[in-house]
Nanobody, 115 residues
Framework: QVQLVESGGGLVQAGGSLRLSCAAS????????MGWYRQAPGKQRELVAG???????NYADFVKGRFTISRDNAKNTVYLQMSRLKPEDTAVYYC?????????WGQGTQVTVSS
């Protein structure tokens, strides 16, 4: 089992920045891709950004140029640096990890962007 714990969410004004962190623990050996998803009220969960163990990244079009994903394999931690935040970025952000074809999710952290 892998446990994922997110931190760093909060309330920020439009145009501001936040940095999310997600630390993995438990059976961390073999964790491959990690990433961030988000879910706004009344909407489906959607991919924000992903990163492979080797550092290859992919981003949703709506965050390209504003968000940066990174990871520290030694610390089993993935980060999401969010800049130029918009009110439409308001959502619960979930950390995701894949290990041996099994998906794991964090409990989510709320990000609220005020206009």
């Amino acid at each position: 089992q892998v446990q994922l714990v997110e931190s760093g969410g909060g309330l920020v004004q439009a145009g501001g920045s936040l940095r999310l962190s997600c630390a993995a623990s438990g059976s961390v050996f073999g964790i491959g891709a990690m990433g961030w998803y988000r879910q706004a009220p009344g909407k489906q969960r959607e991919l924000v950004a992903g990163i492979t163990r080797g550092g290859n990244t992919n981003y949703a079009d709506f965050v390209k140029g504003r968000f940066t994903i990174s990871r520290d394999n030694a610390k089993n931690t993935v980060y999401l640096q969010m800049s130029r935040l918009k009110p439409e970025d308001t959502a619960v952000y979930y950390c995701h990890a894949n290990r041996v074809y099994v998906d794991y999710w964090g409990q989510g952290t709320q990000v609220t962007v005020s206009s």
